[in-house]
């Protein structure tokens, strides 16, 4: 054998030796992803399990590992056997958002749900009310974004982590009872509500009728200021006509001898 045939032999071989090692090599790996299951991923991957195990929620319940990731690189290329979020959802607003994984940061903890940037939109594919709240009576919370108050999905926040109290004994229970968070200048209360919260602004006021000696001294201010701030009511409502017609015609207005309702004289 002259020397350029032993090469040609030798090179041969050892092509023949690598492709038959190739094939060999893929075919037997073909035959572990076809019988590679979800049992299996734990072996190598035990930190996604755990994480699937502990917070998968439906993506534990109502998918497998292998719904998921079909095959397994290198026969799969990597990028590939990563599942689109719409192959699974479609068909709903909340599916047409952008960035799935800007809330969903976790595929395997879907409901680990982390808000970033400023979001109102999004939120609006669920929560429609509150921004219709927000749109129809313009205050300045209707240029916040939604997450400027709830930072974390389903936290309500407190007011007083933004804001000062009316006075010192105001809890935060208060805040909501007067103030509805999503049409804050729309103030109402209920029958609760002690002077001493009105007085804080009305102090004059508040001063007046605690000095005074009749019987509208006893009362509140939401008892005769009822339901909504800023209402005036008029004597009448409470006392019908309690004079005769003849002196109502000389004197028509009740303050000309009572003086004031927070300073009545009798
Ligand atoms: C014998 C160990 C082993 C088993 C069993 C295994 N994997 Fe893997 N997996 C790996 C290795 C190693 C890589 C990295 C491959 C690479 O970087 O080329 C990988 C990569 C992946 C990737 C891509 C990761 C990336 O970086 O993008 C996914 C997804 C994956 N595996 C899912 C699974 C699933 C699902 C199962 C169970 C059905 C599973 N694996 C079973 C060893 C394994
Ligand atoms: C609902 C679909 C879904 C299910 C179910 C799922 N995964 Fe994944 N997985 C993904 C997506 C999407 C990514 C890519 C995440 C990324 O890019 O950050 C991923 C990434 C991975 C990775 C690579 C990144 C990493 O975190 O290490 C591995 C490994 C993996 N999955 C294994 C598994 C295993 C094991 C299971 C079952 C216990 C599983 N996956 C279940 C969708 C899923
Ligand atoms: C292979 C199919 C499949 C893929 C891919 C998939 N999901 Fe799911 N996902 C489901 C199923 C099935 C459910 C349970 C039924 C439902 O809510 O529609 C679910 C439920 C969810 C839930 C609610 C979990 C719960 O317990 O309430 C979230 C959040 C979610 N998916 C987000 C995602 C995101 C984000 C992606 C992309 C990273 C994704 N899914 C990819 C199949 C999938
Ligand atoms: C702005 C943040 C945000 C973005 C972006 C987002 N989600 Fe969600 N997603 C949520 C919140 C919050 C929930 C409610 C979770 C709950 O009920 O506890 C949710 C719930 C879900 C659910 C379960 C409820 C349902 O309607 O079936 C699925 C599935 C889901 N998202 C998939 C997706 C997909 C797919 C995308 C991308 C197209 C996406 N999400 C983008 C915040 C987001
Ligand atoms: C995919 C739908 C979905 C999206 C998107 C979504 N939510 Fe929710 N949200 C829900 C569900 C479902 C609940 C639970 C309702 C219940 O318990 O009655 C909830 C509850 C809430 C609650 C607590 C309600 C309560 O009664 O305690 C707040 C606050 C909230 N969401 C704010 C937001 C904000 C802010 C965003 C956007 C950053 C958002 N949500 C995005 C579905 C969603
Ligand atoms: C100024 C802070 C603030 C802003 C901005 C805000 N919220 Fe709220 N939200 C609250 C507070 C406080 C509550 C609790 C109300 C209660 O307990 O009566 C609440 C309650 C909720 C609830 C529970 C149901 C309800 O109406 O009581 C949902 C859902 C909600 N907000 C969604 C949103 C969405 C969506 C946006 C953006 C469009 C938004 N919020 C903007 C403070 C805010
Ligand atoms: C994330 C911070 C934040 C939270 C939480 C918050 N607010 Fe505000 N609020 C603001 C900002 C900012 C303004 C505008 C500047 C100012 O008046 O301080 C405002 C303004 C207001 C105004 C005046 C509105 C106007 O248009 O003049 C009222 C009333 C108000 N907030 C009540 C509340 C009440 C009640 C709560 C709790 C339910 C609350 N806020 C929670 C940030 C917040
Ligand atoms: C008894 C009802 C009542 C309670 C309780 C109440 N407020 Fe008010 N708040 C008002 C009224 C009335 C105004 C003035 C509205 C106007 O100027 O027309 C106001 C105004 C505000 C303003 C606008 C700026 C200002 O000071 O004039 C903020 C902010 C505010 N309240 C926050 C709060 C917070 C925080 C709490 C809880 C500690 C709270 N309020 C409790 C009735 C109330
Ligand atoms: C945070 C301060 C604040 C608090 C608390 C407050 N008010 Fe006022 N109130 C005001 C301001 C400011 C005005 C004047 C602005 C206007 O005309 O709306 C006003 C106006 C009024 C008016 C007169 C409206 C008119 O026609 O002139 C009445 C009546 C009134 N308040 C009653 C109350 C009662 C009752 C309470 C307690 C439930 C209360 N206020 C709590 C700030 C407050
Ligand atoms: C007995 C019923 C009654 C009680 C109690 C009462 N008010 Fe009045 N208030 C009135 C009447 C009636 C008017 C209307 C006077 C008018 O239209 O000339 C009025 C007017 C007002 C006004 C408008 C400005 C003014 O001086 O005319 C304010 C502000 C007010 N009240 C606040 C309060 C506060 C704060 C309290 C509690 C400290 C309170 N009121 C308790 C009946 C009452
Ligand atoms: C929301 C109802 C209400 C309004 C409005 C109201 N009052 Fe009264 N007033 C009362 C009550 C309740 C009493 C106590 C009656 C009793 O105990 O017999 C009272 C008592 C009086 C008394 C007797 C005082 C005493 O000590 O014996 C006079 C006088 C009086 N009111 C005048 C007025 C005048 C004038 C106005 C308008 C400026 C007015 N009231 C507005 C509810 C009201
Ligand atoms: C000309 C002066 C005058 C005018 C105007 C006037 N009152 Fe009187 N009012 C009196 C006198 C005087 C009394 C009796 C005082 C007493 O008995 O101690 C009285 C008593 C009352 C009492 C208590 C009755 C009781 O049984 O104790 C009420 C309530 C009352 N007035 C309401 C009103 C109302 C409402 C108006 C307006 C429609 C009004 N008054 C107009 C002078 C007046």
């Known amino acids: 054998m002259n020397l350029p045939k032993k090469r040609f032999l030798i090179v041969g071989l050892v092509f023949s030796l690598l492709i038959f090692l190739g094939y060999g090599n893929a075919w037997t790996q073909e035959q572990q992803v076809a019988q590679l299951t979800s049992q299996d991923c734990i072996k ?4 996604v399990v755990h994480q699937v195990e502990e917070k998968g929620a439906r993506h534990k319940t109502e998918v497998s590992c292998v719904d998921c990731h079909e095959g397994h690189p290198p026969m799969v290329a990597k990028e590939e056997i990563i599942p689109k979020c719409d192959v699974c959802h479609s068909g709903e607003p909340h599916f047409e958002l952008k960035n799935c994984a800007g809330c969903h940061s976790n595929p395997h903890t879907p409901l680990d749900i982390k808000f970033k940037g400023k979001i109102k939109k999004a939120c609006l594919t669920c929560h429609k009310e509150e921004q219709q709240q927000l749109k129809t009576y313009p ?9 400027d108050c709830h930072t974390v999905h389903k936290e309500i926040p407190p007011c007083l982590r933004c804001h000062e109290s009316h006075t010192a004994e105001m809890k935060n229970k208060d805040c909501l009872s007067c103030h509805p968070p999503h049409k804050p200048l729309v103030i109402t209360y209920g029958t609760e509500v002690p002077n001493s919260y009105c007085g804080a602004c009305h102090y004059d006021i508040g001063d007046i009728l605690d000095k005074n000696k009749t019987k509208h001294h006893d009362l509140t201010c939401v ?5 909504k701030h800023g209402i005036r009511p008029t004597c009448e409502t409470c006392h019908g ?6 002196m109502v ?4 207005q009740c303050i000309m001898c009572h003086t004031d309702a927070h300073d009545l004289t009798k």
């Open 241 to 246: 006509a309690p004079h005769p017609k003849e």
């Open 44 to 47: 190598c991957h035990p930190k």
């Open 139 to 147: 205050s300045a919370h209707t240029k916040l974004a939604c997450n």
């Open 223 to 227: 008892y005769c200021h009822r339901n």
């Open 249 to 252: 015609a000389k004197f028509p």
